[in-house]
């Protein structure tokens, strides 16, 4: 697992024995890579109820300040479609984004 997953994996847990109802509530930090990491740890054990809270917290988070974290932490996870949305945001809003998180993309 890659670190942010492993960071948020506590999370997961709590959501999962119901120490939280709403994982939204339970994210501290950059949330842009808590929710990033959330989807892609709901993805890899199954949990859908988890997936659908972090996609919907994400479709309303994603915006230009948040856009390029979510771009390179999908590029992270592996995620497509989070990196699709967050790279249209990018592309659209050129002129505000952090072109500094570039440099952590993966070479592949």
């Known amino acids: 697992l890659e670190d942010s997953a492993v960071d948020a994996f506590p999370l997961m847990l709590d959501y999962m024995y119901s120490l939280i109802d709403n994982v939204e509530g339970g994210m501290t930090g950059n949330s842009a890579v808590q929710a990033t990491a959330l989807r892609h740890l709901s993805r890899y054990f199954c949990i859908p109820r988890l997936y659908e809270q972090v996609t919907s917290f994400i ?35 050129m002129e505000i984004i952090d072109s500094t998180l570039l440099t952590e993309l993966s070479p592949r």
């Not at 309303?60 to 992270?76: Q, W």
């Open 59 to 93: 479709q309303k988070d994603l915006r230009p300040e948040t856009a390029m974290t979510y771009f390179v932490e999908a590029d992270t996870h592996v995620d497509e479609e989070i990196g699709m949305a967050a790279c249209a945001m990018c592309a659209q809003n």
